[in-house]
Each structure stands twice: as C-alpha cells, then as structure tokens.
C-alpha cells in the first residue's frame, strides 16, 4: 500500500471520482456485450428527443394555441377570463359551451391591461419560474455529455482510459501465491538447480551479503517455446514464497507515447515496496529487441520503454531482494545493453528434455488420469524425442479426451498412440520430425565430432554430447566446455578445430560409407577457419605473412560488409590452393583418427541412440576403457 502514497494527486483524484461513478476499475468486466451499450446510448437518446416533441401534448391536452390577434379579438368580446400572464404567454379559459384552456404567445402590447380592466376580465400576473428550468438547461447537457464519456471510455477499455496513463493495466498486481512449486517441474534439472540458487536468494538475503557477495539482479532463461520457462519463473516465486510480478514484453509496448516507460517505472515501485520479490518479464523479446540504428533518427515507444527498463534495472538494489527473471525463446535479437553485467547477467538455459526428462513429464501430467495398465510412459517417451513439456501436457490431454470420447473407464495405450500421432501429425507441418534412420546418422556424426575432440591434444573436453532434434541446433549438438577463455590461438589449436568440425561428417563416411547433408554447417566453419590461416593470419608457408583481402569492417556497416579484395588472380587460385590442401589434410588425420577408435565410435553412437544426451565423462571412460 506504500506505493499509494507516492502516487500524483491528481491521478488518485482522478481515481477517486471514477470509483465514485462505479467504473473503470474492472478490466474484466468490459468484455460483456458490447453491441448491447451501443444501442442503449441511442436509445436514451432518441427518447430523448420524442419526449420533447411529445411534453406539450402529454402534459396539456386540453389546452388550444391561438393566434394573439384571435386573443384581442376575444377579449374585445369578453369571451375570455382568469387570464395568467407570464412575461412570455398568457393563459387563460375560453368562454363558451364547453369551456376550454387556451394560451397564446405574447407581444408587445402596452393596452392591454386598459383593454382588460374595460372588459372587466380578470387577471393576475405570474412569475417565472426560472430556477428549474436554468437548471435544467444545464444539467440535462452535462447528463448527455457524462454518458457519452462514460460509453466511449468503456469502449475504450479501461487501461487505455486517457486518465489511467501510469497505471499498469493487468496482472500487475502481484501473486502472493503462485502455488508452484519444482515438484511440479521436471525433465529440465540443470537450468532448476541453477535456479535453486534464486530461490536461496530470495529467502536468506543475509546469507550471501555476509560475505559481502552481491546478488544478481536478473536472471534470463532461454529457450524453445513450451519447455517450461514460464513455468519455471513461478516455481521459484513458489519455492521462495515471494510475491511474482508477472507482465509479457508485449504488454509493455502501448499505442500511446510514454505509457511504456510509466508501466516501467510503475512496475519497478510497487516491487520495491513489496521486496523480496520476483519480476517476470515473458517474451521478453517483443520489448528488448536490439535498438537499432533508427534511420529517421527517432526514438519509438518500444525504444523508450526499452531506456526505462534499462534505467530502473540499474537503478534499483538487488540486496533489498527483488529478482528480474526474463524469458524469451529468441536471445540472439536482443538489445545487447540487457544482458550486460548487473542486469540479465545470469543465463539459464531450457532446453527440450531427453528421454528421461520426457518421462518424468509425462509422470507429472498424468498424475490425474486414470491410466490403463498397458499405459507405459516409458515408451511414450521413447516415441516423442524432440517433444516438449506443453506438447507432452498436450498429448496426456488428448488421449484423455480420446478415452472420454469413446466412453473407456482408463486411459489406454491406444489412446495415447492416437494422441501422439495427431500431435505429431500438428508438429510435422511446423517442422519435420526425424525418423529412425537419421537418428541413427545423427548419432553416429555427433560421435565423430565428440571422439575427435577427446582425441587430439588442443580441443575443449566435451561436456555434453545430446541427438536431440530440434535442440539448441537444428539436429545434434556436441557442446565443448573451454576450460580457460582464450583471446589468442595457436596454429595447432586451429588445426585441431578444424578436425573437430570435420569429425562428424567423417564419420558418416566410415560407417555409412555414405554421406548426407548434415554437415553443411560443420563444413562452412571448417573452410572459415582455413581461409582465415591462409589469409589473415600468416600461416601458410606458402603465402607467407601477408593479409590477403581487407578484414577491415566499415564503421557503421552491418557485420560482414567487407571491402574488395587486393590481390592478383595468381594469388587467389594459390589461396584456394592453399586451403583445400589445409582442409584435405585434416580430413586424412579424422580418417585415421576415427577408423582407429572404431570400436568406440560403435558404442558411444549406440549409447546416443538410447539416452539421447551423453554427458563429457562418459565418453572418457569409454575411451579410457578401450584398447
Ligand atoms: P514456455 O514459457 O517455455 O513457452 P510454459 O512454461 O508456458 O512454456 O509451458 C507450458 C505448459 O507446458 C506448462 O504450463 C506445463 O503444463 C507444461 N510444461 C512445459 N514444460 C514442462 C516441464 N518441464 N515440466 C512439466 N510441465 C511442463
Ligand atoms: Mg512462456
Ligand atoms: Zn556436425
């Protein structure tokens, strides 16, 4: 409630008169009917304009208009009497059978009252009654002009009222509660202990300070879509039974100006108040795009709101317990300026479980569905590599329905055969699905790529070895862990990366005696580093220590925008020369390298196949336990 205090006074005014009028404040509420107010203000104001023509009839039947001159007439013959007159009409009763009210406009006419009195009709004058009718010459207009307000800014929408600029509009409000905890997470274990850290944070501050440690402010998890990041934010609010700020970068990004940067800065001073506590920012790259350089040399909204989020990331102090957690499954596009030191620093990556993982989801989901006995998840699991968290959720759900529809007291293995064939048949058209076969490709190249590195003197050690499609890369990944970062490399150590990146493609060509396209990447870099030695940096004997082409970037031009090259025919067929012989040589060391730990190329790819990731120590014991 602390931030109430801060807010400006005329906003809560504003606040105030609006709760008062019983609207605004209720952004669920506007999606009812909308077609249905839309009538209701041309309806109130048609009545309005039939009341006015129909008021004289309504409230005086009886009484006829007459001409004035009709009026003098009569009273030249005495035909009228209890005559009313007011400073603009006069009233009164017509003689004759029957008797009838009359009233006439008047006008100017200073003998009348001589005529009268010689007539003998009596009359008296009457006042006005100017105060009710002044009133309502005014208050009826503002009544129309507040329910045309009113109307127009329910249509609106209530967070986007004129009036509500600072006020951040949905889920601000922060959830005491997430009732998520990592029991409910499962098959992604590495990016949840680097989270156990935050939850550790988040509880015992003091713990980490005593030492004089700081602790992180933002924690960024990265990852495809669906493998649980979302989830995975809640589960530290839960554990750590912090309040969660949760708002989508989407959300951020406003028709109006400034609106962005006021949900910022809003945002950031209602967690201060609430500290220990979480902010989630999801999608986080629909905000933190990378600014670019904006050619009409303006800022827009999202660069704003961008700044301010910079600025209140800096601003704030992490000791006091408040964590940003970001997500997004696209880091490369965003704003580098977030992921510097002392903002998202820390980053975890989500990645699509093993078959392990898979299993231990599908464990999780099924806890409320009566499964048959022939139902083994296992097996589900091994069916669905590739498959994440919410497509796994999805599958339990669909053979669930299937059972239902078909009117079974379990679920059974039928219904989930169904289930993974639809959700596999939905996935398909996204993006292929690999069958056994390239499988088992896919494991035997990733293998050359890992042996090799274990092999030669001046590669990283391998830290993990994984086959599962669509990971980080398109269809397996080797990952190498440096042991020390490296600012300069030796000749033996390009040669050697070299080899690595041949490694797998080699390995194809030793088991399958055949070759297949997954080594296009593999092959680019290889030749990269190559043209580079020969190139730009002076290591072939044969073309001595000189640059060839011009590395120089141009300032302001986007990366590898180079400049023409400044050399003779002679010497680029030498270049090339020189680079085929580089690369040919590597491939005849990975060929002898490979053929040789054959026994052990067989079992790791093996291995692969099963368990879909092999972790760096494995693999050296293989190759320790091999002759
Ligand atoms: P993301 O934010 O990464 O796109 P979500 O966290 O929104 O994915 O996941 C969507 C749903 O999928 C979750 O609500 C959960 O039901 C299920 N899910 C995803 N990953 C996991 C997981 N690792 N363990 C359990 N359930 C998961
Ligand atoms: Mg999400
Ligand atoms: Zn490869």
Not at 286 to 297: S, T
Not at 316 to 341: C, Q, S, W, Y
Not at 453 to 461: I, N, T
């Amino acid at each position: 409630m602390a931030s109430n205090d801060k807010k400006d006074p005329f906003i809560s005014l504003v606040d105030k008169l609006r709760s008062f009028f019983g609207f605004g404040n209720h952004p669920k509420k506007q999606t009812g009917l909308p077609g249905k107010k839309h009538f209701s203000i041309w309806y109130f104001i048609f009545a309005m304009i039939a009341f006015s023509y129909l008021q004289p009839l309504l409230f005086s039947p009886k009484t006829e208009a007459i001409l004035y001159s009709q009026f003098k007439q009569y009273v030249s013959q005495g035909l009228v009497s209890d005559l009313i007159i007011r400073p603009e009409s006069i009233k009164g009763t017509l003689a004759g059978p029957p008797k009838r009210a009359f009233t006439t406009v008047r006008v100017n006419d200073p003998d009348l009252v001589k005529e009268l009195d010689e007539s003998k009709i009596s009359y008296s004058g009457r006042y006005e009654n100017r105060f009710l009718s002044s009133l309502l010459s005014w208050v009826l207009p503002l009544g129309i002009f507040f329910l045309i307000w009113r109307f127009a800014m329910k249509k609106m929408g209530t967070g986007m009222g004129v009036m509500s600029f600072s006020k951040s509009k949905a889920k601000i409000f922060a959830e005491t509660d997430t009732k998520v905890s990592f029991a409910d997470v499962a098959g992604i274990d590495e990016a949840r202990e680097e989270l156990e850290e935050v939850v550790e944070f988040l509880q015992t501050p003091e713990k980490f300070q005593k030492l004089g440690g700081r602790i992180p402010k933002g924690v960024l998890l990265v990852g495809p879509p669906g493998t649980g990041k979302t989830l995975l934010a809640r589960a530290v609010a839960g554990e750590a039974k912090a309040p969660f700020f949760s708002i989508s970068g989407s959300e951020f990004v406003e028709m109006f100006v400034g609106v962005g940067a006021a949900r910022v800065r809003d945002l950031f001073s209602q967690a201060a108040a609430q500290a220990p506590c979480i902010i989630f920012i999801d999608e986080l790259d629909a905000l933190g795009k990378a600014r670019g350089m904006n050619v009409m040399g303006g800022h827009d909204e999202r660069e704003q709101t961008l700044n301010q989020l910079l600025v209140e990331m800096d601003g704030f102090d992490a000791n006091k317990g408040v964590i940003i957690m970001a997500a997004t499954n696209r880091p490369e596009i965003l704003d580098p300026a977030l992921l510097r030191p002392g903002r998202l620093d820390r980053q975890v990556l989500v990645d699509r479980p093993d078959i392990n993982g898979r299993e231990a989801i599908l464990k999780i989901h099924s806890i409320n569905v009566t499964l048959g006995p022939d139902v083994d998840l296992r097996r589900i699991a091994g069916r669905t590599p590739g498959f994440v968290g919410a497509d796994l959720a999805n599958i339990i759900n669909e053979a669930a329905l299937l059972a239902a529809r078909n009117d079974k007291e379990t679920v059974d293995s039928a219904d989930f055969d169904e289930a993974i064939d639809r959700v596999v048949a939905g996935l398909q058209k996204k993006n292929r699905v690999m069958t056994a076969q390239e499988k088992e490709i896919v494991a035997f190249h990733e293998s050359g790529h890992a042996i090799v590195a274990e092999s030669v003197e001046h590669a990283d050690p391998v830290h993990k070895i994984s086959i599962i499609p669509r990971g980080i890369a398109a269809l397996g990944y080797t990952q190498q862990q440096p042991t020390e970062d490296r600012y300069l490399l030796t000749r033996s150590e390009l040669i050697d990366r070299l080899a690595v990146l041949l490694g797998g493609r080699v390995a194809e060509e030793v088991v399958f005696n055949e070759i297949s396209t997954g080594a296009q990447n593999d092959l680019q870099r290889a030749s990269d580093i190559a043209r580079a030695m020969v190139t730009e940096y002076g290591m072939s004997d044969l073309l001595g220590l000189v640059s060839y082409g011009s590395p120089r970037k141009a300032l302001f031009m986007p990366e590898g925008f180079s400049t023409g090259k400044n050399y003779s025919e002679t010497k680029a067929a030498q270049i090339d020369d020189e680079i085929t012989r580089i690369v040919d040589e590597a491939h005849q060391r990975v060929r002898k390298i490979l053929s040789e730990r054959r026994t052990v190329l067989d079992d790791l790819a093996r291995l692969l196949s099963q368990k879909e990731s092999v972790q760096g120590e494995e693999l050296r014991q293989m190759l320790a336990a091999a002759p």
